[in-house]
DNA sequence: GTGGTAATGTTGACTGCGCAAGCAAACGTA
DNA sequence: TACGTTTGCTTGCGCAGTCAACATTACCAC
């Protein structure tokens, strides 16, 4: 199987390759990607810790970079004040689509060039069983 | 797809286990899993990174630790003096069977539970194809 | 109201690991 | 033989992310 070591060398590639043309860890790219797709652009930091695999003081350092890089901001909760939303902003959407260009294209090729459409579904299917796989995943930047 | 989110979230809790009831990451089982699989139980460093998607730095610290353990144990060769080989210590035998005992078996309850073999035979497949996915997979734990 | 428990988020200490740089041995080529 | 290049491995430094502990706020009993 080696999931965990095919994944992991794939994973630096990308990350790599994210950085060194947007400043941007593959993490970084995907809660930008989530907050993208959100209504109004934000999130619950707890919700958006879940979506990512990551932990509450994980995401908090997270956002912290993007906050400062400007590409999210903090929004507070009327309702609740214990929660704080993270938002994205203008500039966080146009460096996620700066990135995506050259990221999904890169991903849709490494896909492409080894699976039919088909088994990219299957796959992506038998991966969604497994925990963690949780929900819903659209696909694009729009 | 998710490949990394899920993927990230499952290695967390075997790791979880694993260092809890043997003090092994799930990259310490893995390097001790492939020595015991060579003949003689040892590998050179270079080869040994390679198989487990680790770099050679990442190597020497783990088997710095490994070796701190008891577990692994160094090896010169004497046909080319700049490799050194890992070599797996009876110590490290019977801590991986230990661990392999429950590691495997959560493994294989994973699995079990949300695919037919068929389905995982596919799924190994699929995955093999990735980039870094390389090569043989003998399963076992001798 | 007052107490207890749960949920959200942050911080400090730590770990695993990559990258860049270095050293030593080996392998050219001349 | 000497010199440049490659290969194997290690070290210094930095980063991402975990865990444990904590502070707030919310909810729920009474």
Redesign the interface.
């Known amino acids: 199987?080696?999931?965990?070591?095919?994944?992991?060398?794939?994973?630096r590639?990308f990350n790599a390759s994210l950085v060194a043309e947007h400043g941007l860890t593959?993490n970084d790219f995907?809660v930008l990607r989530r907050l993208s797709l959100e209504a109004e652009g934000r999130m619950r930091r707890v919700d958006l810790a879940q979506?990512?695999?990551l932990t509450p003081s994980g995401i908090t350092r997270l956002l912290d970079g993007l906050e400062q890089a400007g590409l999210v901001c903090k929004d507070v909760c009327t309702e609740d004040a214990r929660v704080t939303y993270a938002r994205i902003t203008p500039e966080g959407r146009s460096t996620l689509l700066a990135a995506a260009e050259s990221h999904l294209v890169a991903l849709e090729e490494?896909f492409a060039e080894?699976?039919s459409s088909e088994?990219?579904e299957?796959?992506?299917e038998?991966?969604?069983?497994?925990?963690?796989?949780?929900d819903g995943?659209a696909q694009c930047v729009g």
């Open positions: 199987m080696r999931l965990k070591a095919s994944d992991a060398a794939m994973t590639a593959v995907e979506v990512v695999s490494i080894r699976f088994e990219v299957a796959l992506g038998l991966l969604g069983r497994l925990p963690g796989a949780a995943d």
